[in-house]
């Protein structure tokens, strides 16, 4: 019997779950039953298989599972921070370490304060983990490997901090995640001492019991699912149409940073080629000076207005280009599980022999695609709120800034136009209406 | 007080033919015809609207005389006036060939939004040398004005074209000035310089042109990938739809933009070309004071002779003095014969040095005078040039705090 931990701890001292409305469209009836507003902390997992989830109490209360609490900033229990990049020097390698501050009050822990050091290999795998434990459930996507177009190399400056970033995004949406928040093994990532992790990394199934899960999930594929419920369809269709638009405004964005910099470029020139001027000039010589100060002054707005692009909307819309391809594997992985299902069925259905152990394997995969088509579709909710979030917050704060640029360039001219009036009102000369 | 079709013109309302007429290029059109080989041309005429100033203050607002112009009977005008006033500093006509374009500006001269410009420009020259305190009260610029057949003809009985064909020889030869009015030579490096540094500003400006163009139209992506994103959103839907609409109004307001722009690119352009006009007075001095040493070491070698031949001391060498200590001393009524011809030559010589040496005083008076005035309004002008360049900045600024405020709202309802 694959392991399923069936724990019906009481959780302390949390408030009542609300099913909030926008779901209330996608998740099965619930029965008003106390034992529904319990859950556990404690998701253990005992082996890493793909097939064996960790569950608590029934499917249906996995979604109770999920807080959706709109002060969830209030509630939070657990700050992690991503910072302070250093480079390591090895005989063979050279890599960048992170470190990786954690600050929690979560009885869990044995302390309130962690500080660890980690590289990008033990983010891959604390992603890799997840992922393996809860198939159906979205995991923020990292930060590629390499960026093949425009970065040179992995230890430039830009690259690195980009990197943090992104980093620091991931394990805060861990952190946030329902139950990606209360993973062992996203415990053991924040706290662990190097060489804790590295043991602990070399626990969990062996390279066959692995090798025999792929091949499981290979045939599924490759069976392919018969009766796929209209949702999941649907989820896959807008899957598709979100990876096209987000990609499209990525590389939107991109062009507009590139065009931005060229245009820079062009005025770079303005300022000095006045400045020139105002030397072979008298009169002149003051007004040519002031607007080669204005155009200075533009330009290094205008550097700062492509500094916030770079930093602010290019990740948040890469990320979520990003997303598509883990959205798209957790569509494919509960496929994988409902064929799974439909292929138990048939050969219950048509084989004689064996029929206890087959119906046992039956009831299993059955529970394990009801799990799994609930645990996705509170995920994809909570996916989509935090898209929403993310993305509306991105590009009001691209606005808000593009005003900002505006507003300075503006005073820049305003007081120049202030100071030539000013000159002319004292020289006497004619109004300028 | 300032008139004039441009806001930033200087002209003064008191010289004598603005004082009588309103000038203006009201319109242009296309026609076509033979040209000179008997071939078809199209070619664009621009019509000159004169009012006398008196009827306009009455009210009674009478039709303007009018006539049709082509662009290279402007042309012939100015080639007259610089012939004819060399003194001055003669304004420039707009460009022949549209120059410092970027890309999305057509070069072609038959584009309407060229033709429009030129149309400005031409209005701008004509008002400028009608309140030309000298160039206003010429004929010839008074019947361009205001005869439309025969002008052409007219044109050419001042024989200016002899003249204008020895002017154009002497600017372009090259000679040394022993002692020029160091005045010119400052404002001839100046000229120089201001017309580098305009060219230099106007590439610049042409390039940074079609970069903002790019930056804004890309813009309109966003447009249109909200709207198709919209289309598979629930609540998203409204917001990012009109967010949209904004982005696409973002994008358009850079064609206004830009289309004012060009009005500064123009009025930096005149500046280049006065460069030129300044340059060519400054030559002129040049020439005048080369022409004025050339007479005076003239008479200077001639008095030498003189007194050689009276002295019968040597200093100038000459081929007949070799010759005859060589062949024997020339007779005293050869000498004698040498002599008076010589003093007729001195006295020719210090009437010529005298003449031109009248013409090159005059000439500095008269083109320092009107140097003077044009440095007046170059600094008037493009101290009003920078002052709108601010004012379009600003219009600009304000229009992308609009947007993107706009933007904003729309954006917050997600």
């Known amino acids: ?433 | 007080q300032f008139l004039g079709g441009l806001g930033f013109v200087m002209v003064e309302k008191g010289t004598s033919l603005l004082k009588m007429m309103e000038i203006s290029v009201a319109e242009a059109e296309k026609r076509t015809g033979k040209n000179a080989v008997n071939m078809q041309e199209t070619y664009t005429v621009y019509l000159i609207e004169t009012r006398p100033v008196d009827a306009a203050s009455e009210g009674t607002n009478p039709v303007p005389d009018s006539l049709w112009r082509r662009y290279s009977e402007f042309e012939l005008l100015r080639n007259y006036l610089l012939v004819t006033y060399p003194f001055s500093v003669v304004p420039p006509l707009p460009e022949k060939r549209a120059e410092f374009v970027w890309h999305k500006l057509s070069a072609d001269n038959m584009d309407p939004d060229f033709v429009e410009r030129r149309r400005v420009g031409l209005e701008n020259f004509l008002l400028r040398v009608a309140s030309h305190p000298d160039l206003s009260s010429d004929k010839i610029f008074y019947s361009f004005l205001t005869e439309e057949n025969g002008w052409k003809e007219t044109v050419f009985e001042t024989g200016f074209q002899a003249k204008a064909d020895s002017r154009l020889k002497a600017l372009n030869a090259t000679f040394r000035v022993k002692n020029p009015d160091k005045r010119f030579a400052e404002m001839k490096h100046y000229g120089d310089e201001l017309q580098s540094v305009i060219s230099q500003l106007l590439r610049v400006r042409a390039r940074a042109a079609d970069r903002l163009y790019g930056v804004y139209k890309v813009h309109g992506n966003y447009g249109r990938v909200f709207s198709e994103w919209s289309a598979i959103e629930k609540e998203m839907g409204d917001g990012l739809q009109s967010a949209g609409h904004h982005m696409d109004a973002y994008a358009a307001s850079v064609d206004d933009i830009l289309e004012e722009e060009e009005h500064y690119a123009d009025q930096l352009k005149e500046y280049l070309f006065y460069a030129d006009a300044l340059r060519a007075v400054c030559r002129k001095h040049e020439l005048t004071q080369y022409e004025l040493e050339m007479a005076a070491q003239d008479l200077t070698s001639k008095k030498q002779q003189r007194e050689e031949l009276a002295t019968g001391t040597i200093r100038t060498f000459s081929l007949k003095g070799m010759t005859s200590k060589l062949f024997g001393q020339e007779t005293p009524e050869q000498r004698e014969a040498k002599v008076k011809m010589l003093e007729t030559q001195i006295e020719e010589g210090e009437e010529l040095v005298k003449e031109r040496n009248t013409e090159c005083e005059e000439f500095v008076k008269s083109a320092w005078v009107d140097i003077e005035r044009f440095k007046e309004q170059k600094d008037h002008d493009l101290r009003e040039a920078l002052i709108s360049y601010a004012i379009m900045q600003i219009s600009m600024c304000k229009k992308g705090i609009q947007v993107w405020n706009n933007a904003k709202e729309c954006f917050s309802k997600m």
């Not at chain 1, 501050?101 to 302390?111: H, I, L, N, Y």
């Not at chain 1, 204005?294 to 948040?316: A, G, H, M, S, Y």
């Not at chain 1, 029929?355 to 394997?361: L, N, S």
Request: hydrophobic share 35%.
């Open chain 1, 1 to 433: 019997m694959s392991g399923f931990v069936v724990d019906s701890t009481v959780s302390s001292g949390n408030s009542s779950v609300a099913i909030p409305t926008d779901i209330s469209g996608q998740i099965l009836d619930l029965d008003e039953d106390d034992d529904l507003e319990v859950f556990s902390k404690d998701t253990t997992v005992t082996d890493g298989s793909s097939f064996n989830a960790s569950m608590q109490t029934s499917p249906a209360s996995m979604i109770n599972q999920y807080k959706f609490e709109e002060d969830a900033e209030d509630t939070k229990d657990i700050f992690v921070t991503v910072d302070n990049p250093e480079s390591h020097v090895t005989a063979i390698e050279t890599y960048i370490t992170y470190r990786v501050v954690t600050k929690t009050t979560r009885s869990e822990f044995d302390s309130s304060e962690f500080e660890v050091r980690r590289r990008y290999q033990d983010f891959l795998w604390l992603k890799g983990r997840l992922e393996e434990a809860h198939p159906t459930l979205i995991v923020h996507p990292l930060p590629e490997k390499f960026v093949v177009k425009g970065m040179v190399e992995r230890f430039n400056e830009d690259f690195i901090e980009t990197r943090r970033r992104a980093l620091h995004r991931f394990l805060n949406k861990i952190a946030e995640h329902p139950i990606f928040s209360s993973s062992e093994d996203f415990k053991i990532f924040l706290t662990a001492a190097p060489g804790e992790l590295t043991s602990y990394k070399k626990q969990g199934p062996g390279f066959l019991s692995r090798m025999g899960e792929t091949v499981k999930a290979v045939a599924a594929a490759v069976r392919g699912v018969r009766n796929r419920p209209q949702e999941f369809t649907e989820m896959q269709e807008y899957v598709e149409a979100f990876s096209q638009k987000i990609s499209s405004l990525d590389k939107v964005t991109q062009r507009i940073v590139r065009e931005q910099k060229e245009y820079l470029e062009e005025l770079k020139e303005c300022g000095p080629t006045y400045a020139l001027w105002s030397q072979s000039e008298e009169e002149l010589a003051e007004p040519l000076k002031d607007v080669a100060g204005c155009v200075d002054r533009c330009c290094k707005e205008t550097e700062e207005q492509v500094k916030n692009l770079n930093d602010n909307l290019i990740p948040v819309l890469h990320e979520y280009a990003l997303c598509t391809d883990t959205l798209k594997a957790v569509l494919r992985r509960r496929d994988n599980i409902q064929a799974d299902f439909e292929a138990k069925t048939e050969a219950l259905a048509t084989k004689k022999a064996d029929r206890d152990t087959m119906r046992d394997d039956l009831d299993k995969a059955e529970d394990r695609l009801e799990w799994a088509n609930n645990a996705l579709k509170s995920d994809w909710t909570r996916w989509q709120k935090d898209m929403r979030t993310d993305l509306r917050s991105a590009f009001v704060d691209t606005a808000e800034r593009n005003v900002n640029y505006y507003e300075k360039c503006l005073a820049v001219w305003e007081s120049f136009l202030h100071s030539q009036r000013t000159d002319a009102e004292g020289n006497g000369n004619v109004d300028f209406s």
